[in-house]
C-alpha cells in the first residue's frame, strides 16, 4: 500500500521547538519533490515548504523563512521538517505531500502538482 505518514507533532510553548517527519511506505520518496503543507481552523491549506528530489533545492512561504528548516535522508526515506520559534499562528494540522513533476513545476507549491498525502500531523503553539 501506497503510504505517506507525518508524525512528530504536539503542543508546544512559544518559542519553543519541534521536527515532523515524513515518511513513506511502498514508494520512494527520492522520485518526488516533497512539500510540507498546512492548515488552519477557518483556513485555506497553504505551502509551507518544500524540496527537490536530491535536497539540492528548498523553498519555504515567507511566513516561516528563518525559522523553519526542511530536509531530507533519502537513504531513511525520510523527510523533515524543523521548525524552531514557534508561534501560535503556527498552529495547523501539517501535510506532508509527493509531487512527481520537476523542482522548476513542484517549487511554487501549487497543491494540485502534489499527488499524494498523507493523513496530517497536528501542531499547537500555546502557553
Known amino acids: 500500500q501506497l503510504q505517506i505518514v507525518e508524525s512528530g507533532g504536539g503542543l508546544v510553548q512559544p518559542g519553543g521547538s519541534l521536527r515532523l517527519s515524513c515518511a513513506a511506505s511502498?514508494?520512494?520518496?527520492?522520485?518526488?519533490?516533497i512539500g510540507w503543507f498546512r492548515q488552519a481552523p477557518g483556513k485555506e491549506r497553504e505551502g509551507v515548504s518544500c524540496i527537490s528530489r536530491s535536497g539540492g533545492n528548498t523553498n519555504y512561504a515567507d511566513s516561516v523563512k528563518g525559522r523553519f528548516t526542511i530536509s531530507r535522508d533519502n537513504a531513511k526515506n525520510t523527510v523533515y521538517l524543523q521548525m524552531n520559534s514557534l508561534k501560535p499562528e503556527d498552529t495547523a494540522v501539517y501535510y506532508c505531500?509527493?509531487?512527481?513533476?520537476?523542482?522548476?513545476?513542484?517549487?511554487?507549491?501549487?497543491?494540485?502538482?502534489?499527488?499524494?498525502w498523507g493523513q496530517g500531523t497536528q501542531v499547537t503553539v500555546s502557553s
Open positions: 505531500a509527493a509531487s512527481p513533476r520537476s523542482w522548476t513545476e513542484s517549487a511554487g507549491m501549487r497543491q494540485m502538482r502534489y499527488t499524494r
Open positions: 511502498g514508494f520512494t520518496l527520492d522520485a518526488y519533490t
